[in-house]
């Protein structure tokens, strides 16, 4: 099974970017499709980004769009999450995950996750 830690998270402003790293070990990901996920207090955990293990296919859930952009480098084993324009609605714990297969949205389809990284958005 893949370890996953994710770094990147803090606090900022509404409008600021942030840019979250989720670097992965004990496998390479070359062959995992990843994504990533955000649990808001007292809200259930849901889908944000996914993106094949090549790079190739990505996708995202509606109100992250045209905001976010999830990318990968095998060679360094890590998968990105650019943040831009955040909004406090985006105030959540994020969470990097790992699948060996297509890439999904399915949060039950990913069997290996990092611990989650905070991030706090003010208005």
């Known amino acids: 099974q893949v370890q996953l830690v994710e770094s990147g998270g803090g606090l900022v402003q509404a409008g600021d970017s942030l840019r979250l790293s989720c670097a992965a070990s004990?496998?390479?990901?070359?062959?995992?499709?990843m994504g990533w996920f955000r649990q808001a207090p007292g809200k259930e955990r849901e889908f944000v980004a996914s993106i094949s293990s090549g790079g190739s296919s990505t996708r995202y859930t509606d109100s992250v769009k045209g905001r976010f952009t999830i990318s990968r480098d095998n060679t360094k084993n890590t998968v990105y999450l650019q943040m831009n324009n955040l909004k406090p609605e985006d105030t959540a714990i994020y969470y990097c995950a790992a699948r060996q297969g297509i890439v999904t949205t399915t949060l039950s389809a990913f069997d290996s996750w990092g611990q989650g990284t905070q991030v706090t958005v003010s208005s």
């Open positions: 004990g496998r390479t990901l070359s062959t995992y499709a």
